[in-house]
């Protein structure tokens, strides 16, 4: 079911655009509330121990403060959140606990923003200090393998240690990249109003139906006087994607004053009342023939966690799958630290995995003496490694063809070293991206009026990523409208829900269950039309009609007016109410779906075909020959990803993550100190992106991919894989460029000079 | 941040009056001068600067912020915003390094708002100084000891430190000032007066809270650089992690008169380095009188970075100033002037 009515797959400027640009756009945040009080959150400065005494004379002294929250007035009130996968997590006010640097100690709330930050700065804490772990190698840092489960496997096959040591030739290696958080400019913000027992929550969320869920539990509510509202998300990552602890004291707080409380926490707090990409550590081994092919692959990762948590993202289901290869081997180990429990970051374990992996595999094309492109021509196949289902498509080398041709691979001179351009050393580097197709169920309410308007309402997310165009393009494609005439309704979770906005899910979940809905008009008014004696269809297979905006039209050009058509099934607008449940789901998936969790079938665990988008990514560096700083002027990346709903809005999520793969290679890193276990830079001057002059040329090609298989509209998602390859790729590079493998992230001049 | 009382000073005068306590550009000191804001706002924002009076010295632009170039001297008003500063045609042609040096800072909507005077006194970008939840700083709270010293300071300076105090001075317009033996112009409760360049900001001494050596009160209202057969071939290499909108973690102010291939005289400064804006004398003298050629810039640049202390994280620092001063004297070499 490929595009062939229309507007799939031609590019659409956003229809929130102009409201977006003109302020007209209410992020969380903006949504306007009666009287509102405002909190500032109070932070540890300390990554362990305990609050011994709290000193609020002078806050309270401060006009216009109304209430301080800390672990004396409000512990026992809620039950703490959960972590990413659901298990323990750190913990804030339920008691004097500290877990980990900028833990939520206090709120302070006042009239103004600026009382209740001054009162805030007043606060006097005391607390009971205990020598923290920071990281990795920290004394009293404590390493264990990660607990298994369904969705948890270290992937295995045939007899690693006998083929690795039987290899010709052969690559081990240990690499490791850097604590990063997400930085969304929208900050971390939570609006609560009270009305009686009924509490609305306005916070930009990533999910709607979890977020309400989450703070029910937390508070003991029945989830139907919980509404959550989120129309515009301000970028998010995954740093939305999940409930944090702020949520429920700003509703306490807000319960106390009987009146709304607004939080806006800093770009600091960010850092630590949220989560962040933890660091990771990786040794891979890899065995191959003369010829290149692989014959072994070893992957054994190390993550950092918080004491409480076994969150971990575990890219190995993604690495043992990538190439042909008989003999694999995996294993992840958490690190307990003193830490926030980490949590979603685009492409959470595609982009530090896939960072040792095809960083390997770039030492393995040198000790080969193959072109690295070549070296992964050799090990692609249409078959998953792992467990011999075949991939539903795989598109991987047209990829790396197109790019190298855009790109001008062919005037690559493989010896390091070798291509300069004055006192700038040149170098090339290639990757693989992928990333897993995933789909959830998914409802929604669409309504069609006899004048061809549509407006479909459902409780998805617009996270920067164009949700509210793709969903339009569906229901006009489908209907046969034109995009100005759907109006669509995201954001609020009194609207039939959808799965969390992660996993790049989205646009498969939504255009489904969207299609599905416009269907369900479709065969409604087609099903009275054959029925009926006053139409140019009486008798005729209803599966031959189709709705236009001219009307019901069908085979030979018979077409009826829509009012006509409607007027038989309903007095007015007809509305339908429809929910998708893919093939493949597990059962009671659809039902949890209403109570906030979020399965998925995902793209590495389904039984009939193991399904992933994949694409190619070239970079060029140019490395300074004395004073070694890397810039990266030109990067072509190509995916195939199935059916691309909206190129427009597609080719910015593709260069967004082409962006930030720079950044994470080049730029990006929370700096630990060692001593304290606290994040140094937590700034946006100190934490570092990219600005416009780093990011040169950055070209996308689309690698047209026919999918009937992944599902029935042939959908992968393109939110995250844009990213995955550029870290490797740019880390490849610098090596062509200088000769030096730089194994750790990110890449700066202290580790070239 | 503090609630506090604003005034606005119309001329200098009324400036030096309100600013009585301003100290010697304390942390502490009870009064503070807004200019462009561009630091005070944000510190004060993160409680860092807790005045109880701020006197807002814009009114100041009127008769302060003139830009002349002659050819004696280029005088520069205190209150000229970095970017008008940049783009003055008398710079650009005959004080490149100082156009560069500007042209380089900060971001462009920053440019347009921060002057001159209150660039040279932006103060250091120390993470353990700019967040008030690390308790050991000695610039913020005397005593209390240098968090840097034994946490993460990658950033932090290698020339011109102490135990007391680390942090780098962060500043490029400050660095070519330095370089080119410019003077700044003080006007304060006895009058007006010169003082070297050099010697505004005061090295550590075990009291890296004290600053500078502005009497209380004294406003920043020129300066003044010396036109010298060096200023036009002169340059501003800034390195850095990313391409524009960041702070040096090294760079150099570079000025050369030259005399067929050897160097007459030569003027250094360098930035991302040191605590305070800093002039390489030692590396200058080893010039004099001397081709320019790598083996001889190698030297200079070995000389301005003998006295360099590193803590850990900033091991790196010394090898990378080395390389930029010496990339910096080959391409000033270079230059048509």
Sequence with gaps: MADDTGLIGKPAVRIDGVAKVTGEARYASDEPVPNPAFAFLVTSPIASGRVRSIDQTAARAVPGVLDILTHENVAGEITPPKAPDQGKTTTTLESDKVWHDGQIVAVVVAETFEGAREAAHRINIAYDVQPPAASFDSPGAQEEPRKLGPEKKDPVKGDFATAFAAAPVKIDARYATPTQHHNPIELFTTTCVWDGPKLTVYEPTQTMYGLKAGVAKQLGLDPANVRTVSRYVGGAFGSKGMLTSRTAWIAIAARRLKRPVKLVATRDQGFTIATYRAETRHHLQLGATPDGRLTALRHEGWEVTSRPSGYNVGGTDTTARMYACPNVATKVNIVHADRNTPGFMRAPPDTPYMFALESAMDELSYALNLDPIELRRINDTQTDPIDGKPFSSRSLMKCFDQAAARFGWAKRNPKPGSMRDGDWLIGYGCATACYPSNIGPAAARLSLTPRGKAVIQLAAHEIGTGAYTTIAITVADRLGLKLEDVKVVLGDSDLPPVPVAGGSNNAASTAHVAAKACEEIRAKLAAAAVAANDTPFAGLDPATLKVTAAGLVGPGGKREPLDKAMARVSGGPLEVHVENAPEGLKPGALAGLYQGQADMVRGTARKDVTAFAFGAQLVEVRVHARTCEVRAPRVVSAFAAGTIVNPLTAYSQFMGGATWGLSSALHEATEVDPRTARYVNDNLADYLVPVNADVGSLEVIMVPEEDNRVNPMGIKGIGEIGIVGMNAAVANAVYHATGRRIRELPIRIEKLL | ?337
């Design chain 2, 1 to 337: 941040m503090r609630p506090f009382s604003y005034e606005r000073a119309s001329d200098v005068q009324r400036a030096v009056i309100g600013g009585r306590e301003t100290r010697q550009g304390q942390t502490d000191a009870p009064v503070q001068f807004l200019a462009g804001g561009t630091t005070l706002i944000d510190l004060m924002k993160l409680d860092v600067l807790r005045p109880a009076r701020v006197v807002d010295i814009k009114g100041l632009k009127a008769a302060h912020a003139s830009i002349e170039a002659t050819p004696q001297r280029l005088r520069l008003g205190a209150l000229a915003s970095m970017a008008a500063t940049a783009r003055h045609p008398g710079v650009l042609r005959d004080y490149p390094v100082i156009a560069e040096s500007l042209q380089l800072a900060a971001s462009a909507q920053l440019r347009n708002m921060a002057t001159l005077g209150g660039n040279v006194l932006q103060r250091t970008r120390c993470p353990y100084y700019r967040d008030t939840s690390w308790a050991e700083c000695n610039k913020r709270d005397p005593g209390s000891g240098c968090t840097a010293l034994k946490s993460f300071n990658r950033n932090h300076a290698v020339l011109g430190v102490d135990d007391s105090c680390i942090s780098q001075y962060p500043g490029d317009f400050a660095v070519a000032l330095v370089a080119l033996d410019a003077a700044v112009e003080l006007t304060g409760p006895t009058g007006r007066r010169m003082i070297a360049f050099e010697t505004l900001h005061r090295p550590p001494q075990g009291k890296p809270n004290v600053e500078t050596t502005l009497m209380p009160g004294e406003v920043i209202t020129a300066f003044e650089v010396p036109a010298g057969p060096w200023t036009r071939r002169s340059l501003y290499l800034k390195i850095r992690d990313r391409s524009s909108y960041e702070f040096a973690l090294s760079s150099a102010a570079v000025a050369l008169d030259l005399n067929g291939g050897a160097v007459r005289q030569a003027r250094i400064g360098l930035g991302g380095m040191a605590y305070r804006p800093w002039r390489a004398k030692e590396a200058e003298a080893l010039l004099v009188g001397r081709p320019l050629n790598e083996g001889n810039a190698m030297a200079a640049a070995t000389a301005a970075l003998a006295g360099a202390r590193t803590h850990g994280g900033n091991d790196f620092k010394p090898e990378l100033g080395r390389r930029t001063l010496v990339r910096a004297l080959l391409q000033a070499a270079a230059m048509e002037a």
